[in-house]
């Protein structure tokens, strides 16, 4: 590692940023299939992701008290801030594009941007290799997402909801 206080709270950024990744393309990704209006998917996605990150930040916060960490209030600050930062990329593109699907298509190709760019950031700052890496974190968060798809298609079907 170049520089070991850079690294400090590493952790707490991949903490939030890779939760947000795979919980809310998750959920965002169900929500495409099963409700058609993207107003919806977007409240309902903002949502998740203020609640979400609140979470994060707050297990985190106590992670790091339990390892009796006293940057713990720091480390649960960049967690949540990670993680609403990531949400609101992923949302955006249902704000600006009107089909669902496309707007879908959108969010996966930033998901894999910032899998990418976090991922390539690291490499460079430590010196190691980062494919292996952003190959793991990537298929992480597209099976969970392809899961969260699969299951919203399925509760649409099976609970005949149409909103």
């Known amino acids: 590692m170049k520089n070991k206080k850079c690294f400090q709270y590493t952790g707490a950024l991949v903490l939030g940023m890779h939760d947000a990744l795979v919980e809310l393309s998750g959920i965002i990704a169900g929500l495409t ?5 993207r107003r919806i998917i977007i409240m ?6 203020v609640a979400a990150s609140l979470s994060m930040a707050a ?4 992670a790091q008290r339990a390892d009796n960490n006293p ?7 960049y967690t949540g801030l990670m993680y609403v930062t ?3 990329m992923l949302i955006f593109p249902f704000t ?17 941007l910032i899998i990418f760019g976090f991922n390539c950031a690291m490499g460079y700052a430590t010196g190691r290799p980062f494919i292996k890496r ?9 099976g969970v997402s392809i899961a969260s798809f ?11 909801v149409n909103i």
């Open 59 to 62: 297990a985190n916060y106590q």
């Open 86 to 88: 990531t949400s609101a």
């Open 150 to 160: 699969i299951i919203g298609g399925a509760a649409k079907y099976f609970m005949g």
């Open 33 to 37: 299939f099963a409700i058609e209006d």
């Open 44 to 49: 309902t996605g903002a949502i998740a992701a």
């Open 134 to 142: 952003f190959v793991e974190m990537l298929s992480i968060c597209v």
């Open 96 to 112: 600006v594009i009107p089909n669902r699907f496309w707007a879908l298509g959108m969010m996966g190709m930033i998901a894999v």
């Open 71 to 77: 940057a713990a209030l720091t480390a649960a600050f």
